[in-house]
């Protein structure tokens, strides 16, 4: 069998979400038929990220999807220093420049630091140093057919910024990703929006860790209102949820909104979707307990994407009857009037998981947060499951103490009844447990407590 041949592109990552990152370019180039594979170590901080990949349609693939990275370039060359950026360059393959330098081509080139500003007599002699290149073509500064860029990383502290960069990249520009969505998406503007709607950027990377395409369908079971169902419905995937919240499934009640005392008549997950033009990929919302499937026995969804409550901006409720909490003492007969009662968090997580290995497609993904007491936090905690295999884990920082982690899961074999307790035979299962407190942890000044007392004792 014949060796791939790769090919190196220069991907510029966006500084935010870093832990974020890496995991979603490594989904979406598995949804592209790709792999990830990189040449050299990838540095959590580093704006530049260098993959070896197939070909250019596969980068231009990724590029389509990803929201953590803001270009790919095809790499001509890279070193430590210009001497060794000129000399990778002059190694670079003849036969793979001449077709963006003909003579009846257009180009400009452009610079790009990180961590720096150069001035623009810099600038000048960074380009006139490429003289070497056997450039044919016209210079375009408007409309050029081929855009080159000069990049160069500065390093991450901008209190000790390097005489010279740390690393020098060329390359020919091939695609910008998809930064805009943020913008085109934000909570700010969307028609009906709860208490924890998630923000927008964070909602496009839960969609591409679950590896969402079009003609998916995709499942919330703590659907609120709607945010996730819209970044994968935006990806073609056809989506669903369903909620406890009787008003927020039906966009009654108070509204969220700062001076808007009750929602509108039209404030519902449908009228989120209309509003982007995806109303046809919307399936519909269901009134519904999670702790109580309600779907008929088989694998149905390609993709489960939820935040499920913590407990903090919104309760972690399940129904019940008044018998699991009262005796019935009217003529001897059981009260099976529902009632809301308290649902720990270790159940919603481990509900959730045998939920995703039983009604999951096989290879399908499960992509929900975990919310984390810092001071307790061990990788052991993160529930599993014998039928879902652990693919990312990565956190966002709520306060000094508390976290929540993207947990991204993956369908690796058939679910057997004997796999729905499987759980409660590990001692993770205890591990969790104490998590059931988080609220009180998330609002109990232990940290700051025990920084005082550490400080105090130094003295």
């Known amino acids: 069998m014949a060796r791939e041949r790769l090919t190196s592109y220069l991907l510029l990552l966006a500084q935010e979400h870093l832990e974020f990152r890496l995991p979603e370019i490594k989904s979406l180039l598995s949804l592209c038929g790709g792999h990830f594979s990189s040449q050299q170590q990838i540095h959590i901080n580093s704006p530049f990220c260098v993959l070896n990949i197939p070909s250019e349609e596969m980068a231009r693939g990724l590029m389509k999807r990803t929201v953590c990275a803001k270009s790919i370039f095809e790499l001509w060359g890279q070193g430590k220093s210009a001497e060794e950026l000129y000399a990778s360059l002059k190694n670079y393959p003849l036969e793979k420049m001449v077709p963006y330098l003909q003579s009846n081509s257009t180009y400009k080139i452009c610079i790009h630091t990180f961590n720096k500003t150069l001035t623009q007599e810099e600038k000048i002699k960074r380009i006139n140093d490429l003289e070497f290149l056997p450039f044919e073509g016209k210079v375009n500064l408007k409309k050029p057919e081929h855009i080159f860029w000069i990049l160069e990383d500065y390093g991450v502290d901008p209190n000790n910024i390097p005489e010279e960069p740390l690393g020098s990249y060329f390359g020919r520009w091939i695609a910008d990703g998809q930064r805009e969505l943020i913008e085109s998406y934000s909570i700010k503007k969307r028609h009906f929006i709860g208490n924890t709607s998630m923000d927008a950027c964070l909602s496009f990377i839960m969609a591409n860790h679950g590896r969402v395409k079009a003609n998916d369908v995709v499942f919330d079971p703590f659907v609120g209102t709607g945010g996730l169902l819209i970044s994968s419905a935006h990806f073609g995937a056809y989506v669903c949820g369903t909620d406890i919240d009787y008003n927020t499934v039906h966009g009654l009640g108070k509204a969220s909104r700062k001076n808007q005392k009750w929602r509108g008549p039209d404030e519902n997950i449908k009228a989120n979707l209309r509003q982007y033009g995806l109303e046809k990929y919307y399936l519909d919302a269901l009134v519904s307990d999670a702790s109580k499937p309600i779907w008929r026995k088989g694998m149905l969804f390609d993709a489960i994407i939820t935040d499920p409550p913590y407990g903090i901006r919104e309760a972690t409720r399940r129904t019940g009857s008044q018998k699991e909490t009262v005796k019935a003492t009217e003529r001897g007969t059981e009260n099976h ?13 481990f509900d959730l998981l045998n939920f995703a290995a039983e009604y999951l497609m096989m290879g399908g993904r499960l992509v929900y947060w975990l919310p984390i007491y810092k001071p307790e936090y061990t990788e052991k905690i993160i529930p599993w499951h014998p039928c879902l295999k652990l693919i990312s884990n990565c956190e966002q920082m709520l306060s000094s103490h508390t976290s929540r982690r ?6 690796v074999k058939e679910f057997e009844d004997k796999d729905q307790y499987s759980h409660l035979l590990d001692c993770q299962h ?3 447990k104490g998590h059931n407190s988080f609220r009180e942890k998330y609002f109990s000044g232990v940290t700051k407590r025990i920084a005082k007392e550490e400080k105090e004792n130094q003295k």
């Open 337 to 349: 009037i529902s009632i809301s009662l308290n649902y720990h968090l270790s159940d919603i997580f």
């Open 430 to 432: 205890l591990l969790y």
């Open 406 to 411: 993207l947990i991204t899961m993956e369908k």
